[in-house]
């Protein structure tokens, strides 16, 4: 198996983590849309009180939306991931060094990083957008952590290589 093969296989589990990442969360939110909307009105959370039916939903399944979004980007993008991944890895090696191995791991790390931090900063762009930043609910440092989760996961993506060899020599060390 090659990197890049082994590249496109973990795209499209992390597509299917994905799938089952929106389909939990759509029960989620709507639960807490109905106890805050319930019999007797709007009520208890602050969240929701300012806002009304239709932007209470919208912030609701945004989180399924965007990870449906992933899943798509995820699944059918996986070839060309892979291709930007393991652009200049061999193409197939009858035993794998342990550093090609480590170099894998380490860009799995980075997409694992990257691809839970992008939905969530897309989904405080919206609050932001929404004016949320009044409310006492949005905190800007839950959005810097998330873009720093991705930047670092971008870091390990595009340095996996150099990662590896530093490691690599670390142990040799």
């Known amino acids: ?38 019999a007797g009105g709007p009520r208890g959370v602050d969240q929701f009180y300012e806002l009304s039916y239709e932007a209470s939903l919208w912030r609701v399944l945004a989180h399924p939306i965007l990870s449906l979004a992933m899943v798509l980007v995820l699944w059918f993008g996986a070839g060309w991931l892979s291709r930007e991944v393991a652009d200049g890895a061999p193409d197939a090696t009858a035993s794998w060094s342990p550093r090609s191995l480590l170099s894998v791991g380490v860009v799995l790390l980075g997409l694992v990083l990257v691809s839970f931090a992008l939905p969530k900063i897309v989904l405080y762009l919206l609050y932001l957008a929404d004016g949320a930043a009044d409310a006492r609910t949005f905190q800007t440092s839950y959005l810097a952590s998330e873009v720093v989760q991705a930047l670092i996961g971008f870091g390990l993506i595009l340095g996996s290589e150099r990662i590896a060899a530093m490691i690599a020599d670390l142990r040799r060390w």
């Open 1 to 38: 198996m090659s990197p890049r093969d082994l590249a496109f296989v973990g795209c499209r589990l992390l597509a299917l983590y994905f799938v089952y990442i929106a389909l939990m969360s759509i029960p989620q939110g709507l639960f807490a849309l109905s106890s805050v909307f319930g």
